[in-house]
């Protein structure tokens, strides 16, 4: 036995769901991608050797 779906219930999710994929990141999004490159550069600067409390003491010295 074959089931059928009804196709217009999944299109209001499926417009949703694109317009959320596309969206303009928020501003907390973006300033949240710019510190976790800064962290990363600074996890990667020491050798991926430094913990949390290290990290942010060179962090506290970048400024």
């Known amino acids: 036995m074959r089931c059928v779906i009804d196709v217009p219930v999944f299109t209001g999710l499926t417009e949703r769901l694109l317009r959320w994929l596309h969206r303009v990141p928020s501003f907390r999004e973006r300033d949240d991608g710019q510190f ?3 962290v ?3 996890f990667e600067k020491s050798r991926n050797t430094y913990g949390t409390r290290r990290l942010k003491i060179a962090l506290s010295h970048q400024g």
């Open 36 to 38: 976790s490159s800064i």
């Open 40 to 42: 990363k550069n600074a």
